[in-house]
């Protein structure tokens, strides 16, 4: 009886904050293919082939440990046959035409006292025989008492060094050039580090519809350019790319997404985006889930997306010597692109269960871009639930 | 341009009403989900490496070579 009246004595002064313990765990898994094709290379001075296929594994474990903590942890492994890497050395097949990257990040997030507010962080890193990078990211959220709106605000730092060698266990770390340009040092750097602020404003309009805003700004300094990049000028010279060791990006986004009728969903969304290279460009994107069974959603979707070309842009043997920084890079030239295709997504309704089916969804998408580029991706996504066994 | 896309803005936010718990069947459901959640996520980030631009909402901006 004593032991009793102490427990309910101390049932009654507990706070309403308490901690639950009711342990799960999302897990996500993500197979993806993708290939493109034009023959716009950069490595070859905008010039030459650009076959690419990847192949990508990716597995997201979100583990609600408690009531009050999540801890997220994923990992990734994508293999990459490039041809276009390939002619950094004129060796056909040689061992740069294929090339592996190994990713993981770690995550913890948890509410603030009020339980309105929760941070996170993160710690990421991320390693390809050309490059080895670290990331850190702080995260705040707040979300209002009638959870209308919702604040966001994030800081990722990445810490980035470009040497090749990192699958190389003889201790070789160093930048690599063209094979016929080895004989200059044409940089006398090789980190690159980023620091992006990313805020985000979610807010309900009505019960069926929701806006999100999200500024940010970037800013990179460091190695900027490729150092396997070729340029070709007018003189029928040959050089290493060179753009600015700093850049500055300013991006604004937003998604507009409405729910039409008993099973149509409308998401509608457009980017701007500025940089100090001379790029500025808009994205405009689409997509139309279609409930066509309590089970079955199919998502149609189309991006039209259209950039002008940084300043420091010139195609294969345009370049003037004269110019202090220059690239061949099509990435950043002024061009158009699409992309459209189709998603479905299979989501029955269970039980939870000690290990619950969530999701499958498979998706596919065609891109084209003025310059030629021509890329699909197909990726199949995985989603289940797993957890303590529920009470009887 | 500016002015008539902060009027939209600010038109949009003041008509925004309150709903309760149980009025978020429609909201709560996984195709209204902000950002690019699922199978979304990868064809994102290809677009951050195939474009010059980044950020604004989606994919992360840096952390990769990209260079292929």
Excluded at chain 1, 37 to 54: F, I, K, M, P
Excluded at chain 1, 342 to 347: E, I, K, P
Aim: charged share 20%; net charge positive.
């Amino acid at each position: 009886m004593i032991a009793t009246a102490y427990a309910s004595f101390g049932q009654l002064n507990k706070k309403n904050y308490t901690r639950k313990k009711l342990s799960r765990t999302d897990v996500g898994m993500v197979f993806s293919y993708y290939n493109q094709n034009n023959d716009h290379s950069a490595v070859t001075g905008g010039t030459g082939t650009e076959d690419l296929q990847v192949y990508v594994t990716h597995l997201a474990l979100d583990n609600v440990r408690d009531s009050v903590r999540t801890v997220h942890f994923d990992m990734g492994f994508d293999v990459i046959s490039s041809a276009s890497t390939d002619n950094i050395d004129f060796v056909v097949s040689s061992a740069s035409k294929v090339d592996a990257r190994v990713y993981t990040s770690l995550g913890y997030e948890r509410p603030l006292h009020d339980r309105k507010a929760t941070w996170g962080m993160n710690t990421s890193f991320s390693i390809e025989s050309d490059y080895l990078s670290w990331g850190q990211m702080f995260s705040l959220s707040h979300i209002n008492e009638a959870q209308t709106q919702e604040l966001t605000a994030s800081l990722q730092m990445y810490f980035d060094d470009l040497r090749w060698g990192r699958y190389q266990f003889d201790g070789t770390r160093e930048l690599v050039y063209p094979v016929e340009l080895r004989n200059t040092k044409w940089f006398d750097r090789y980190r690159r580090n980023s620091f992006n602020l990313a805020l985000g404003l979610l807010q309900t309009i009505n019960r069926r519809m929701s806006l999100g805003v999200y500024p940010g700004l970037t800013y990179q300094a460091g190695l900027l350019s490729t150092p396997f990049h070729r340029v070709y000028f007018i003189d029928d010279t040959e050089r290493v790319e060179n753009l600015p060791d700093s850049r500055w990006k300013i991006p604004i986004g937003a998604q507009l997404n409405s729910f039409l009728g008993p099973r149509w969903v409308l998401r509608a969304n457009y980017r701007f985006y500025w940089d100090d290279f001379g790029i500025t460009a808009h994205t405009f994107g689409l997509e139309a889930p279609v409930k066509v069974s309590r089970a079955i959603a199919l998502t149609p979707f189309v991006r039209l997306y259209h950039q002008r070309g940084a300043d420091y842009f010139k195609p294969y043997a345009k370049h003037s010597p004269l110019q202090e920084f220059y690239t061949s890079d099509y990435d950043l030239s002024k061009f158009s692109s699409g992309a459209t295709g189709l998603g479905f997504r299979y989501a029955p309704y269970a039980h939870k269960r000690r290990s619950t089916f969530k999701a499958l969804e498979l998706r596919y998408s065609h891109y084209e871009r003025s310059d030629g580029m021509v890329a699909n991706t197909l990726t199949l996504f995985v989603n289940y639930d797993k957890g303590q066994k529920p009470p009887p | 341009m500016k002015c008539s896309l902060a009027a939209v803005f600010m038109a949009i936010l003041a008509s925004c009403q309150v709903v309760k718990p149980y009025q978020r069947i429609y909201l709560n459901d996984y195709e209204m989900r902000p950002g690019y959640p699922g199978a979304r996520g990868f064809e994102q980030y290809v677009f951050t490496i195939r474009e010059g631009s980044s950020g604004g909402g989606g994919a992360k901006t840096s952390g990769g070579c990209g260079c292929n």
